[in-house]
C-alpha cells in the first residue's frame, strides 16, 4: 500500500478534523519527521531524567545527540544527514514535557560564606 492511501486508512489524529487537507499534512509530517516516534520518546525520556538528575543537557547538543542516534539507526552506506538548525525547538514543542531552563551560578558572595567553613571541616 503506498504512502498516500496508508495515511487515508489510518486517518488524522483525534485533535485534527478530517479533512484532505488535515490527511495530507498529516502524512508528510510523519514522512518527514527525523526519528522515529518511539526514538523521540526514548530521547525526550533521557533528556528528562538527566535533567532531574542535574545534568542538564544543553540546547546546542541536542542536535548532535538526534544526529547519532539517526546514524546508528541507518542501515545504509549512505551518510545520514544532521538535523536542521530549527529542529530542537521543534523537538521541544512536540515534547511539552520537555522545557529549555538557564542554570543559574551559585552567587560568589553566598557561595564564600558557605564554602569555607565545610572545607576547612572536611580536612580536619
Request: glycine content about 4%; some cysteine.
Given at each position: 500500500?503506498d504512502?498516500?492511501s496508508q495515511?487515508l ?8 478534523p478530517c ?8 502524512g ?5 519527521q ?7 520518546k526514548?530521547?525526550a525520556q ?8 542535574g545534568?542538564?543537557i544543553p ?7 538526534a544526529f ?6 541507518s542501515?545504509s ?6 538535523p536542521?538548525?530549527n529542529w530542537?525547538?521543534g523537538?521541544?514543542?512536540?515534547n511539552?514535557v520537555l522545557?529549555a ?10 557561595h564564600d ?5 565545610k572545607?576547612?571541616h572536611w580536612f580536619?
Amino acid at each position: 500500500m503506498d504512502r498516500a492511501s496508508q495515511v487515508l486508512v489510518d486517518g488524522p489524529p483525534e485533535s485534527q478534523p478530517c479533512t484532505y487537507r488535515a490527511l495530507s499534512e498529516h502524512g508528510k509530517a510523519r514522512s518527514q519527521q527525523y526519528l522515529t516516534p518511539a526514538e523521540e520518546k526514548a530521547f525526550a525520556q533521557y533528556l528528562k531524567r538527566s535533567a532531574d538528575l542535574g545534568y542538564p543537557i544543553p540546547i546546542k547538543h541536542v542536535r548532535s545527540l538526534a544526529f547519532c542516534i539517526a546514524s546508528r539507526r541507518s542501515t545504509s552506506k549512505a551518510a545520514t544527514k544532521p538535523p536542521n538548525k530549527n529542529w530542537p525547538k521543534g523537538f521541544e514543542i512536540r515534547n511539552p514535557v520537555l522545557k529549555a531552563r538557564k542554570v543559574k551560578a551559585v552567587d560568589w558572595n553566598r557561595h564564600d560564606n558557605n564554602i569555607y567553613d565545610k572545607v576547612t571541616h572536611w580536612f580536619e
